[in-house]
């Protein structure tokens, strides 16, 4: 919460609205919230009862998790009691059992008291309901003693105060916290819905973009709408388009070059297909001179290695002319690749290793 | 500009001089010259020019008061009380470090000296812009935390100050980082771009070198231009341009490597694997990175087995580098990877042999 102020404030004073786009267009309503319609409606049904339960938002990444919570308290308070009834939490910087035993404590005890709940009027035409919310977000990066805190102060103050732990992975949350929480899961954006918002955004920003990019687009972020929304800025950054971000400035999109689909690869350090191509290629003519020929190449081209790694996953691993127990042993390889890049080994060897193993193998795409 | 070596002689000093990618340059100084310049990941092999592609792109940025360097030595100090010093390369418009020279600490390098320029505003007030630029290199050694302690950094200020991250692969800096940066690959150099840049140097050095010469260094050189250039110079000390039949030059290193490669081969037995130790410590104490002296070991040896071992070879190399990168003592898997690399030959000559 405090990195958000900060920076929207420093923002400000530069004159120009430059935030990153994930933050300048994340739904401001439940309504504007992208696909996750089931957990929409129940939240919203809550919400007309003025009865919310701790809740427990786990999903992977970007798929909107911290965007509903955030919109949701935005909707119950409105933004003069917003401050004072919302607690966020980001746990990867405040973690550890003190932060729970002080500042969770304190807040969560404090009573509502009952002045705004009068006065003000929110846009709903609701008053703010009688409780407050803790958001803790990133919450399995928290230690499972700082979780153990939280059990009682969880129970003992929910007459005021509501808990929504959001996360990637449930099962990283102890289970007596899982069990007092409404569960929901986020699942992975359909494309539909991803195309949809970048189209728009697109449109806002003043981003000339072809629509086989804005495919390509869907296609690397993999159903993380922040992927996404990120990649097109850095596209339209390269591209010089929508710099001002105003909305306002049509001229600002005379500047900029169409978006297309080698763009996008670029900028999301993805190799693009025919990489992948000349790679499968060379492993299916089975020598070992040629293997080595293509792997330095890509190595000197400078590809991302992971990158490729996460393409050959996709593309064979789904391949009808690849048998299953080709498929397995292919895992095995990929994952200790993998193991092995992220331990920051050599990528020329990792990855002339892999090619000469998925050639032992014999998978064809 | 007399003197030095070749290499940062002839370096370029500006985005329009640069040789290889100008579709790279145009688009650095698009980027450069809008307002919202966001911050940057450098990417690529060794030798492609993505240092100089920094320099020139901040000069494009602030003009050529950026050439006018300091050094600094500054000392922070760790939680635990620990004093740690690292060198600061600035001038008034950027600062330059390398975090991980300090190990394990350079988690507090990141939280305190960069957090400490991040919140000072830019001080002169002819400044083109109001940001300063911090360029870390080798950012994909940083450690875990330390690019964690970064993540906050870049989001929080910045209006005053933007990061360039200098670094040869992408895999190891976490995904928050790589999604807050503007990836910029920087790929190596064709051979026919090396060829024609030490053409331009020969002439320039009035060292009249043969063009075959030259392309057989381009071939040699790994489309790695800094160890181009440096070949190039060393050749024409040695006096290349009078004999043109004289080999490439090579490193000193390179040629004993190759040379510990044929011993392997010629003989398989503790006592070589003795020796191979010796002339591995003589390598290590010259300073050569264990993991260069595994690769170029391993693709030699690679190079003199038959067809079926090849690959083999590249599996237990990959394992020992692996290993090599995690643990602390680079002979135990140095050796290892020769050990094994015996065994495995020895047994395979003799299934061939039929001893």
Redesign the interface.
Known sequence: MA?RK??SQ??A??G?D?RPWIEKYRPKTLDEVSSQEEVVQVLKRSMDTANLPHLLFYGNPGTGKTSTILALCKELYGPEVYKSRVLELNA??ERGIDVIRDKVKNFARVQVSAAHSTTTTLPTHRPPPPYKIVILDEADSMTSDAQSALRRTMEQYSRITRFCLVCNYVSRIIEPLASRCAKFRFAPLPSSSLLARLTHVAAVEHVPISPEALATLVEVSEGDL??GM?FLQ?CA????AG???GGEGVEAAAGGAEVLPEDVY????TPPGRVLDGLLESCKSK??DRI?NTV?EI?????????LLQQITDRLLTSPHTTSVQKAELALQLSDCDK???????????L??LA??M??IGVTA | MSGGLWVDKYRPRSLDKLDHVPQLSQRLKQLAASEDFPHLLFYGPSGAGKKTRIVATMREIYGPGVEKLKIDQRVTTTPSGRKVDVSIVSSNYHLELTPSDVGVFDRVIVQELIKEVAQTQQVDSNAKHKFKVVVLNEADYLSREAQQALRRTMEKYTSNVRIILCANSTSKIIAPIRSRCLLIRVPAPEITEIANTLTKIAKKEAASVQPDYIQRIAEKCGRNLRKAILMLEMGVAEGAQTSQSKDVPFFDWEVFIKATAREIISEQTPQKLLQVRQRLYELLTKCIPAEIILKTLAFELAHMVDGELKPDVIAMAAFAEHRLRQGNKAIFHLEGFVARFMATYKSFLIQVLGV
């Open positions: 990195a900060d920076k420093s923002k004073a530069a120009i430059a990867s910087d922040r992927r990120t850095s950054r390269m591209k010089g710099g001002g971000g670029e900028v999301a350090a020598r070992f080595e330095t190595v000197a081209e400078g590809w991302s290695v992971a990158g092995a890049l992220t331990d920051g080994a050599d990528e020329h060897l990792q002339l290793n000469s193993r050639s032992a």
